[in-house]
């Protein structure tokens, strides 16, 4: 190392060291952005368990074909998500508030979370995100031709009449446990919506960090999978998002948070990397050739948005045989 041209004087060596020093305590943001995503999603899981007992503790009591009663049932579930939803939403916010100040972007983490959080799609109004719910067609797995849903049937109250209709339709073809049938989709309605409070708080963040975030990166969380994370989800980890863009989700529980993306960092593509050496080191074999070779396509789903869904089925590649 060569010497200075000139000596420093006491200021400019007392500026170098607190830059040094500064540099040495600065926050890792790919570090950030793992502990972060671990308290989201601990405080989504959290949540929602809460929300699946107070909910289920209520629907024990209720008769599927009393009408008034399944309303009624609907409207006090509801109220249980609006604070499940703002708890899971708020924890998200402030996640991805630390993310941004871990690059240096200042931004209060205030969202705004309605209790209807499922829509088609979002807009920026006056430097906000927000949904734009319409009507629309949703294709529903195995359940033939795609189902005209109106805004009023995407409503939190609404969805919570659903478990009823599970209950008669499986009661009218004698399968054999509607009860746990009607249960089980109490269980998926409050994991999508908490999961899309948590995605609608992270980009409203985002969104009011203005110009300096130029888009977002989906993370993947092996490490907080119980299966796995899908091939999917990490092939989508590969693209970056404008923030008005909502995050393509796999429901029903989806672990993926996303990080912020600026013209000097991209801490998520880092944090992926770290990610998926693990993961690849711990899958080996054909399992990591199919979760590379996964393809995956966005489709347009009516109440949750843009999701992933399986592009074309993984073949493994036959084995060349030797040139003779």
Avoid at 199 to 213: F, H, I, M, P, T
Avoid at 267 to 283: E, H, M, R, V, W
Wanted: contains cysteine; positive net charge; aromatic residues 4%.
């Amino acid at each position: 190392m060569s010497a200075p041209s000139q000596p420093l004087t006491y200021d400019q060596a007392v500026a170098l060291a607190t830059a040094m020093a500064a540099r040495k305590t600065a926050p890792d943001p790919a570090g950030v952005v793992a502990g972060m995503a671990e308290k989201v999603i601990a405080t989504r899981e959290t949540t929602a368990a809460w929300a699946k007992n107070a909910i289920r503790r209520l629907w024990a009591s209720v008769n599927p074909y009393d009408a008034m009663a399944v309303q009624a049932f609907a409207a006090q579930a509801a109220t249980i998500m609006e604070s499940a939803q703002t708890a899971a939403g708020r924890l998200a916010a402030a996640a991805q508030a630390q993310q941004l100040a871990a690059l240096g972007i200042a931004v209060a983490a205030v969202p705004s979370l309605p209790l209807d959080v499922r829509a088609p799609a979002a807009v920026i109004k006056r430097g906000q995100l927000v949904l734009h719910q319409a009507a629309s067609s949703v294709d529903y797995a195995d359940a033939g031709p795609a189902v005209h849903v109106s805004k009023a049937d995407m409503t939190t109250a609404s969805i919570f009449q659903r478990p009823a209709a599970v209950y008669r339709y499986a009661k009218s073809i004698d399968a054999a446990d509607p009860a746990a049938l009607a249960g089980q989709r109490i269980d998926d309605l409050v994991d999508g919506n908490l999961m899309l409070a948590q995605r609608l708080a992270q980009q409203q963040v985002l969104v009011q960090a203005g110009a300096k975030v130029t888009g977002y990166r989906r993370v993947i969380h092996p490490e907080l999978s119980r299966t796995g994370t899908c091939g999917m989800c990490i092939v989508a980890a590969d693209r970056i998002y404008k923030v008005d863009k909502l995050m393509p989700i796999h429901p029903p529980t989806c672990k993926c948070t996303i990080a912020p993306v600026t013209d000097e960092h991209d801490p998520g593509d880092d944090a992926n990397s770290i990610g998926l050496a693990q993961l690849y080191k711990d899958a080996g074999g054909n399992t990591v050739a199919h979760l590379k070779r996964t393809r995956y396509a966005i489709d347009e789903h009516g109440e949750f948005g843009p999701v992933l869904v399986p592009k074309s089925a993984y073949k493994p590649r036959k084995p060349r045989g030797r040139r003779k």
